[in-house]
């Protein structure tokens, strides 16, 4: 305790949590070493990359909440700045509801994979959920009501999987969208 090598172990453990994807676990240990080594160089990092565990974490409002709490007089001010100035533009993300990609696909199969962008998946979705409708209706109207129910057994199994697909396709397009806008703000503020 109170030599250097204490310091940079402490810095260490936090880069080790941050850098293994620990980022809630990361931030506590930043803030601990915040109030530790207030006075060191390195304090003032530690604001910064308690701000990067909020954004990696997709706690964004937090990130912002830190960045607004950098000192005038820090060191880190301008960088939190500029960093909070571009960090304010997740909120102009293009994204897509998730609510309303399902329920276009429960409506016409694939129509809410095409709304999340994933053109392929809907045209599967809408070839194979009305190729089981027909091949169901037709055994039907040839009275083959063994094979109807057999076909509207699978049917009910590819209609609901498509209606989770479309779901699933809305969240990944919005996960594709945050994770670009993210590896845009590390070309610039991560320290």
Partial sequence: ?????????????GETYYKSGQYIRA?????????AFPLDSLAHKAQIRVAWCSVRAREYRDAQEVLTHVAKESPSYDLAQGF???????????????A???ALSAVIPGTGQFYAGRSMDGMAALLLNAAFIFAAVEAYNYKLY???????????GWYGGNIYSAVSSAHKYNRTQEDTFIRGLEKYWEP
């Fill in 27 to 35: 931030a506590a240990h930043y803030k601990k070493f915040e109030e």
């Fill in 1 to 13: 305790p109170g030599t250097p090598l204490a310091l940079q172990a402490s810095w260490e453990l």
């Fill in 84 to 98: 909070l100035k571009d960090l304010n533009g997740i909120s102009d993300l293009s994204r897509k509801s998730p």
């Fill in 146 to 156: 063994g094979t109807f129910g057999i076909l509207l057994f699978f049917e009910t």
């Fill in 100 to 102: 309303l990609a399902g």
